[in-house]
């Protein structure tokens, strides 16, 4: 989004922004678990969960996730992609939901 003070600003005025490390407003984790996705931290025991859980994925069933922050459906979705699974994230604001299948 806009903001008077341009690029001097560190509040995340959208989803795509409290992405950056620097926004003031992130939540706690986020920092942490995109960190770990891109290997460069441990992995947090949320993303340990969620990597056992799609491990464990039979054929031809899905799980969905709903109640994500934009971070945590990213983590998921790159997870997803490490396993080879088929990801799409549906809906807005707070119908949105990650579904993920093992076909």
């Not at 509040?11 to 939540?27: D, I, M, S, V, W």
């Amino acid at each position: 989004g806009y903001c008077r003070n341009g690029t001097k600003c560190n509040f995340a005025h959208g989803a795509t922004q409290l992405r950056r490390p620097e926004a003031k407003n992130a939540h706690p984790e986020d920092t942490e678990l995109r960190k770990a996705v891109n290997g460069e931290a441990p992995a947090p025991a949320k993303l340990l969960q969620w990597r056992e859980q799609l491990a464990a994925l039979p054929q031809g069933r899905q799980l969905s996730f709903k109640g994500l922050r934009p971070t945590e459906r990213y983590a998921l979705h790159q997870l997803a992609n490490e396993f080879q699974l088929t990801h799409m994230s549906t809906g807005v604001g707070d119908q949105r939901r990650l579904h993920i299948l093992r076909p």
